[in-house]
């Protein structure tokens, strides 16, 4: 592959403004949680803020979305006009952020062409998602980003680099460079700081990212040839990607070729981090069926699984729990995006057969407790090892909804800078 996806570019920040009450969390957390938003819109009160400029999915249902989507547009605009903004031309910016346990996550945020991003099912684009894109999600976020003179990532974007030979250089080297912000974020967010990289540091960066790349490197990294491989893979704002590729989508039939290569919503701001980031970490997403008769559930399970197995290949243990049984089946030669989906096949069968509602749990302990209630059942997943990610998407396809969190919701992504896209 000798297109570059991911490039400097020019990206907005804001100037003289207090940053803490400018920089908030992505709209798709604390959903069930309105005070949390209430409580920052006290925070923010008559400030500038990209609290602003995006309307909390926890309002969806109780605030006209049209109406909400309107006022994020003409914010914009405003902050435009009052020259809010300044733009680091042409450039990548590095960004350290301090989450709560303390670690630091290295990011590097630049553009990614969505032209070579298809969140659709049976993808085999080089930019992919991980989990299924659930695309009843997509409509409120269209009627904010249509009209939208800006954009504002929360998107984090994985690669795999177990040599860290991409990000970590820069890290390393960031005294060098001109630091932009540096500030605690609202909310017990942690601590951001982010360096310009422009065009006059960044060659050795792109010579890393191209490696990425080449067939070579992927042969190395995955034992073998690949023909359609995942050089970034979605970890976080899967389905702000997907609104971005859609309006884009809807957008290109009325440009001409020429536009159509360099028009700014091609491009969408996100931040890339390396999956082999000490601060990136893997939790599985527990099932528990409630109200169900569960007289049946592990001795199903063991039926279920047989013949799934394979004669090679890694092997994954799942737990199938209720108040009389604790069951491990282990189930070899499937990725463990395979294993998951199987799961969630058999818990569909069983509920329909025996009733009950399932619900998705973090936490060993919290689901076991949950699973031994009576009338319940759970099952315990496999922690998914950070190799795994790209080999089973590219394997056997994005991961079923809840397979995993990468971070509690106070760790991921604020939003902070910003990319026109008009």
Known sequence: MTERLFLPTDILIP????????????????????????EADKNVGALPSTLRLMLPEAYLNTKDTELEAKKASENMQQYISQGIFKVIEDSFIYTERTLADGKVRKGLLGALDLEYYDYGKNSTSPIHATEGTIEDRLPPRVKVRKDAPLEMPHIMVFIDDPDFSVIEPVSEAKQKLSKLYDFDLMAQGGHIAGWQINAGNSDELLKALDKLTEPSEIKRKYGRNIENPVIYAIGDGNHSLATAKLCWEQLKPYLTDNEKENHPARYSLVELVNIHDDAISFEPIHRVIFDTDAKDFAEGAKRFWEGKSKAEGGVHKIRYITEEEHKDIEVKGITIGELIAFNDEYLQSYIKSYGGKIDYIHGDMTCTQMACGENCAGVLLPKMKKAELFTSVMSSGVFPKKSFSIGHAEDKRYYLECKKIK
């Open 15 to 38: 100037k003289g403004v207090y940053m803490p009450t400018w920089s908030v969390v992505a709209c798709d957390q604390f959903t069930s949680q309105p005070e949390y938003w209430d």
